[in-house]
């Protein structure tokens, strides 16, 4: 069609029109848009989680191009800098022939991830595509990722090989000093390099075994049947939508039951993506509160937002019955409605009867919501006037200026002439800038003050309303000082801010709203239980900080006493001022966990993580309870994950649910995706996947821990019963002149691993329990004795190596001893090295399945099958391999050794003592630690045994409280004397407010340019279903 564009030495594009709720695949720069003043809206949630849409505006040097001829007879390029991760940034010059440049920015270029919303249709010109888009150069390349159980193991492995060739070298001095002394019956005493090498050989092969190649078989399968309990658990089967929790590795299992740093994303993790008005104050009288009573029944259970009724939102007829009945606030509710109904930047749309509300704003979408069900509606949209009808009546309201929202101002006001003609500014903000502009004479404001409290503390989204009488003249006099600042060429935002502030004072307080962003079910309850966990929990979030506070208190991460470290700095030298400030504040603190919150924008954090601060800015995180980042890219995110993985070495999980939460999934230890509603990215690109953020819970402190227990205690269960067997050929090697003689059987020696001693491992890797389900969900302190790994490292394995070596020696040299002398047997028969062998093989196979169960803390019927089991296989193999031969030509050398060994006394006497002797020391260790030494393990797994807690669970509540004072004490709150301006310890009173800022036009422009009185007329080049609007 004619275009092209100029990147780096590439030259293709050509038109394309972009659909409704198409989640765009690459960059494109808009040519033309269905829409007055060529805006369109787009939802930027997949890349920085934020709610509220974003304007953006076409070039008005092409806005006239809407049909296939105009656009095929145009030739031009663009040219533009290279592919870059910042979402915020761009710089491009569009060239038409014969034609002046145009510039190109930010806000003419829709990027991959968005989604185009309330427009019916766009043209573009493709930018970047591929790996070229913003939203790719943010992504991550996916590392390998190994558990630590198996790293540790893996370790230990290269180990006990470097040991076994060792041992192979010993065997061959040993078998040179053998020959060297030279023996009569040998008949030579040359030992050449050639017998060496062999010799070397010939003992690896011996000892190859010492290496459990079946562990790897044993782990996947083990790992295998763990994944599939993770499958099929009901209580993480999400009903509503039919959803269960997925495996999507099984390498991973026992991670589960180590994570200590839990990074989440807020929008569509912690919450529902759902505005509620909840409850609101008004002249002093609170309402809503008959709301909390609907909501109880409702927190048992979990719902999704289809299903979500009117009984969850406000809910007190009270308020219409004090406007209705002349009560003495009546002109206080009409005006605090009607203030609601005019003060916003919505735009209603008619579809036949139903009126549909269009709002960039999901604050103000819920606040126009509320007002329409008491009777106040919000009809019409002029450039001029806003039209509603209050109780069927019609009122028309003359708009004569918008005072824009921003972060900085944290309000919105509306300047209207009413329909009695007066001159009147509604205002509607933050509690700290309106509270400092309110009037003498204004009242309620105690009142109100204490109910905004009162809202905070319920994690509701508060906003402060107010409105202000104008005169004639001084609304000229502003007006004109209104004009200037509207013409200023720089910094002109700052001048009409300035202005602004002019006007909005000496307000007359109404009252306040309080909205919900609900959270999904049993958030609060997850994350207290999780900190409970000791899990340190960190929230990464594209959103704006009020919002992600305001979640954090809702969710019960922040507390209203617990101070705020707020780092918003814009510079190097002030982020390394201020966190040094801080560490320094902390003292002896630093690095402890200490009931602080620390709240960090990107910006801020771009800064944080420059190698002259990182470390400082890390220190300072550790040293607080929460953390939250705020403005986040995906890629910043991964880096912050990336930072606690590779500086503090604990295990880090990372939960989200939209495609900007790929990074940091990716990056985690542990990857966890909820099947939201923004797509499956994150699930496609995790570890794990969940319905909901409650199922964290069973899934870490139950599935978790088992998982931990079960791994490790397979992994140290089968090097045990190999070191046992293989190592009693090195004993044998020492009595048989070094000389590479086998003591078992070669069929015995193969199926030891293949069928003899095989189900043990598959019971404790798949049964094995540490405790119930239900103590570890009731005490969920239990989860820290899997995530300190102190039951399985290179310590605790090489104790395991020891003990399987001082059993081994126990296993050789008491037969040997036994038959030292050797002994005639029935018919004259005397016995032979393989009568001993099976002797020893016999008692090694009875000493580590009683191992196995002595290892064991949960018995089931499948613990039994196994150990006694595996017993009697061995004992049935034992008689009929002794019989085979020569029937079936295979080890002739059985022949008989099973009537030989039956009847031997001394294998009977064997059979009892010698396995004994070698438990013994194991039996009465583990009594002495489990008397002298309990943990709160001991303590549950011993309430449950006696079934103390369904006697007395008050009493059993007190006792493993008491085994966890130490770990309590940790997160007292400690005396800090901050000095820096940063930190916030003020009474929170829950703002926020999610709103455009600084869009390519002003909201005033937008606004003007929609007349809902008239058909919109334009030629739409395709047919587009409408998009999620407000009704």
Same mark, same amino acid.
């Given at each position: ?37 060529? $805006? ?206 997925? @495996? ?6 026992? /991670? ?45 259970? =979990? ?11 406000? !809910? ?29 930047? %919505? ?18 979408? @819920? ?31 003359? #708009? ?15 300047? %209207? ?18 509270? *400092? ?33 104008? $005169? ?64 340190? &929990? ?15 208190? =809702? ?70 309870? @929460? ?12 880096? &912050? ?6 500086? %503090? ?28 509603? /923004? ?49 009693? *050929?090195?004993?044998? @090697? ?8 086998? #003591?078992? *059987? ?181 009594? #002495? ?14 309430? *449950? =045994? !006696? ?85």
């Amino acid at each position: 069609m004619g275009w092209q564009k100029s990147l780096q030495g590439s030259e293709v594009s050509k038109a394309r029109t972009i659909y409704l709720n198409e989640p765009l695949k690459n960059n494109f720069c808009k040519n033309s848009i269905s829409e007055p003043q060529v $805006t369109c809206y787009v939802a930027t949630s997949n890349l920085d989680g934020e709610t509220n849409l974003k304007l953006r505006q076409a070039l008005l040097e092409t806005a006239q191009m809407q049909t296939e001829r105009q656009l095929s007879s145009l030739s031009g390029k663009i040219e533009c800098e290279g592919p870059n991760r910042h979402f915020n940034t761009f710089i491009g010059t569009l060239y038409l022939n014969d034609e002046s440049p145009v510039p190109i920015g930010p806000d003419q270029v829709l990027l991959r991830g968005t989604q185009l919303k309330n427009t019916q249709w766009v043209l573009g010109i493709v930018v970047y595509t591929g790996f070229e888009t913003k939203f790719m150069q943010n992504s991550i390349k996916s590392p390998l990722k190994k558990s630590r159980v198996e790293k540790v193991t893996n370790v230990q492995i290269l180990v006990l090989f470097v040991l076994l060739l060792a041992m192979s070298l010993v065997s061959c001095v040993g078998a040179i000093l053998w020959n060297v002394e030279g023996t009569w019956y040998f008949g030579t005493k040359d030992y050449s390099s050639h017998s060496l090498g062999f010799d070397l050989l010939v003992f690896i092969i011996l000892y190859h075994n010492l290496i459990p190649i079946s562990l790897l078989v044993t782990l996947e399968i083990v790992k295998y049947v763990q994944a599939m309990f993770i499958n099929w658990d009901e209580d993480m089967h999400y009903k509503e939508n039919n959803i269960y929790a997925i @495996a999507r590795t099984s390498n991973l299992n026992e /991670e589960l039951g180590q994570v200590k740093y839990l990074f989440s994303d807020k929008t569509g993790t912690l919450t529902c993506n759902i505005m509620k008005f909840k409850k609101c104050s008004i002249a002093g009288i609170i309402y809503g509160n008959q709301s909390d009573k609907s909501d109880i029944d409702t927190k048992k259970l =979990s719902l999704s937002p289809s299903v979500l009724t009117e009984s969850y939102e406000f !809910n007190d007829p009270t308020l219409l019955q004090n406007f209705e009945n002349g009560h003495p606030t009546k002109d206080y509710i009409k005006e605090f409605l009607t203030l609601l109904c005019v003060c916003h930047t %919505v735009i209603p749309e008619r579809d036949e009867d139903k009126i549909i509300y269009q709002a960039s704003s999901p604050d103000e979408a @819920a606040l126009v919501k509320w007002v329409k069900k008491l009777g106040f509606v919000f009809t019409t949209r002029t450039p001029t006037s806003v039209t509603i009808e209050a109780m069927g009546e019609n009122f028309t309201f003359e #708009i004569l200026n918008i005072l824009e929202f921003s972060s900085n101002r944290k309000r919105m006001s509306v300047i %209207v002439r009413t329909p009695t003609g007066n001159l009147r500014l509604y205002c509607k903000g933050a509690d700290t800038v309106i509270y *400092e502009r309110l009037s003498e004479d204004s009242l309620f404001m105690k009142e109100t003050l204490t109910h905004l409290e009162h809202f905070a503390k319920g994690g509701l989204r508060t906003l402060c309303v107010a409105y202000t009488d104008l $005169t004639e003249e001084e609304y000229q006099q502003w007006l004109t000082e209104y004009k200037k600042a509207s013409s200023v060429i720089q910094d002109r935002m700052q001048s009409l801010e300035e202005c602004y502030d002019k006007i909005e004072k000496k307000f007359l307080l109404l009252g306040a709203t309080a909205i919900e962003d609900r959270l999904q079910a049993r958030v609060p309850e997850t994350i207290v239980t999780l900190l409970k966990a000791n899990i340190r &929990i960190w929230v990464l979030t594209g959103d704006k900080q009020e919002t992600a506070i305001n979640i954090a208190y =809702s969710c019960k991460l922040i507390s209203a006493q617990m101070p705020r470290i707020r780092l918003n700095t814009h510079s190097l030298e002030a982020t390394q001022q201020a966190v040094t400030q801080n560490c320094e504040a902390l003292g002896t603190l630093i690095g402890k966990e200490n009931d602080l919150a620390l709240i960090i924008d990107g910006e801020t954090l771009k800064y944080a993580l420059n190698f002259e601060v990182e470390r400082s800015f890390l220190n300072l995180a550790l040293s607080c309870r @929460a953390v939250l980042c705020c403005r986040l890219s995906p890629l910043q995110k991964a880096e &912050i994950v990336y930072l606690v993985k590779k500086h %503090v070495g604990a295990i880090t999980l990372a939960i989200g649910d939209g495609a900007n939460d790929v990074g940091m999934i990716q990056m985690a230890h542990v990857g966890v995706g909820i099947s939201g509603n /923004e797509g499956m990215q994150a699930t496609n690109n995790s570890d794990y996947s969940i319905a909901q953020f409650s199922y964290l819970e069973k899934l870490l402190l139950v599935h978790g821990a088992w998982n931990y227990f079960r791994v490790t205690k397979c992994i140290l269960y089968c090097f045990y019963k190999n070191v046992v067997l293989y190592i009693i *050929e090195l004993w044998f @090697a020492f009595v048989n002149g070094f000389s590479g003689q086998i #003591i078992f *059987e070669h069929w015995c020696i193969s199926l030891y691993n293949v069928i003899f001693t095989s189900l043990p491992p598959f019971t404790l890797g798949i049964f094995e329990q540490c405790c119930s389900q239900k103590s570890l969900l009731t005490y969920p302190q239990l989860y820290t004795v899997s995530q300190t790994g102190k039951t399985f490292n290179t310590k605790v394995f090489w104790f395991q190596c020891i003990n399987a070596l001082v059993h081994s020696f126990i296993l050789f040299w008491m037969p040997m001893k036994m038959l030292e002398h050797d002994m005639v047997l029935q018919g004259g028969h005397t016995t032979d090295y393989l009568f001993l062998g099976n002797f020893i093989y016999t008692y090694v196979v009875v000493t580590v399945c009683l191992k196995a169960g002595l290892d064991t803390l949960s018995w089931t019927k499948f613990s039994h099958l196994a150990i006694w089991g595996s017993i009697i296989i061995w004992m049935v193999f034992f008689a009929i391999y002794s019989f085979v031969w020569p029937t079936i030509p295979v080890a002739p050398e059985m022949t008989g050794q099973v009537n030989m060994i039956l009847v031997c006394p001394y294998f009977w006497l064997g059979f009892l003592i010698v396995p004994i002797v070698c438990l013994i020391l194991n039996l009465i260790w583990k009594s #002495i630690k489990n008397t002298c030494n309990r943990t709160l393990l001991e303590e549950v797994r011993e309430m *449950e =045994s !006696n079934r103390v807690q369904e006697l007395n669970p008050t009493m059993f509540k007190m006792r493993v409280e008491a085994k966890n004072v130490q770990m309590s004490l940790a997160s007292q709150p400690h005396k800090i004397v901050f000095r820096h301006e940063s930190v916030d310890q003020s009474t929170p009173y829950g703002y926020a407010f999610s709103q455009v800022e600084q869009a390519v036009i002003t909201q005033e422009e937008l606004i003007c340019s929609y007349d809902t009185t008239k058909s919109q007329g334009c030629k739409s080049l395709n047919k587009a279903s409408s998009g999620p609007n407000y009704e």
